[in-house]
């Protein structure tokens, strides 16, 4: 039997399960941004990481047991994609007026990956990604310079830091010893939680006072990022890449920002001029088009 020509080889569709689980995904995350948001409106954002992170480390700490395969390399994920990203996501949430810019400016960590493993590692930087990078970047600019949104360029600025710390930490990981999911969230968490109760305790007050009077629906958003999206979302994600290639369904989570757009917009009263739509449309445009470049650099080097 003649094997089939890779070059007019077309893998399965995405099956109903798989399509359901990537629609959970997003929804999940989208969800999760607009919680974030909500949360640092009551709570301190050191504090929101805080308690998120102790929710996540009471649902993963059974996942946390050796072996720990490369340790300065995970010492460095651990803390920069646990503390120093989310520390800095949830600053952003807290500064900003609107979920909307944040959301979509965090999202520059797609092409800010590409850009570090170029510079970092010495992989290739397609023209397409380059192109790419510069339209979503592109993008975050002309969004910002609207009227509204300028009122946000601190959060948007803490965001897009935000998004470079998760980049570093992608390339990172890259190198490393390849961990279980589950594992590395519940590293992440318990490496991550007591950094924030630290910072929160020395950088911020009325902490007490805040949780008191913070409502259920703060709570419920807590709950939700420590266990929905750290757990739940990571879980369907692990289980996807497991039945395909990781490039087959990243594309499909930039969908996400569109979630928490709507979100913001519908039940968080976000001021959406056209301007701010135009540049979000163009910037996450710009991050599709790096994930699709990647997606093909990645499907030829296996090939090869």
Not at 2 to 7: N, Q
Not at 25 to 30: A, C, D, M, Q, R
Request: with cysteine; glycine share 8%.
């Amino acid at each position: 039997m003649t094997a089939p020509d890779p070059a007019t080889f077309k893998p399965h569709a995405l099956t109903r399960l798989e399509i359901g689980a990537i629609l959970a995904i997003i929804v999940v995350w989208g969800v999760n941004n607009a919680a974030g948001k909500l949360a640092t409106e009551s709570l301190p954002p050191l504090l929101v990481g805080a308690l998120r992170f102790a929710i996540a480390t009471v649902c993963l700490v059974g996942f946390v047991r050796p072996p720990f395969p490369d340790w300065k390399s995970l010492l460095l994920i651990v803390l920069v994609g646990g503390a120093l990203q989310y520390g800095l996501l949830y600053v952003a949430y807290w500064l900003a007026q609107d979920v909307t810019p944040v959301t979509v400016a965090n999202q520059l960590w797609i092409p800010l990956t590409s850009l570090f493993a170029f510079l970092l590692l010495g992989e290739r930087l397609s023209r397409a990604a380059a192109a790419g990078m510069a339209v979503a970047f592109g993008g975050v600019a002309w969004m910002t310079l609207d009227a509204h949104a300028l009122e946000d360029w601190r959060a948007i600025l803490v965001a897009i830091a935000a998004g470079a710390a998760w980049a570093l930490t992608t390339v990172v990981a890259r190198r490393t010893t390849s961990i279980p999911p589950l594992k590395m969230q519940g590293l992440l968490a318990a490496a991550t939680l007591p950094i924030m109760a630290f910072g929160s305790a020395v950088f911020e007050h009325g902490q007490w006072e805040a949780m008191r009077g913070a409502t259920p629906l703060v709570w419920l958003s807590l709950l939700w990022a420590g266990i929905v999206s750290s757990v739940l979302a990571t879980t369907l994600l692990f289980w996807l890449v497991q039945r395909r290639e990781a490039g087959r369904v990243t594309p499909y989570l930039l969908a996400t920002p569109v979630v928490s757009i709507l979100i913001g917009w519908g039940l968080m009263g976000d001021i959406l001029t056209s301007q701010i739509l135009i540049g979000a449309a163009v910037a996450m445009s710009g991050v599709a088009i790096v994930a699709l470049a990647e997606r093909g650099l990645r499907a030829g080097a296996a090939k090869a």
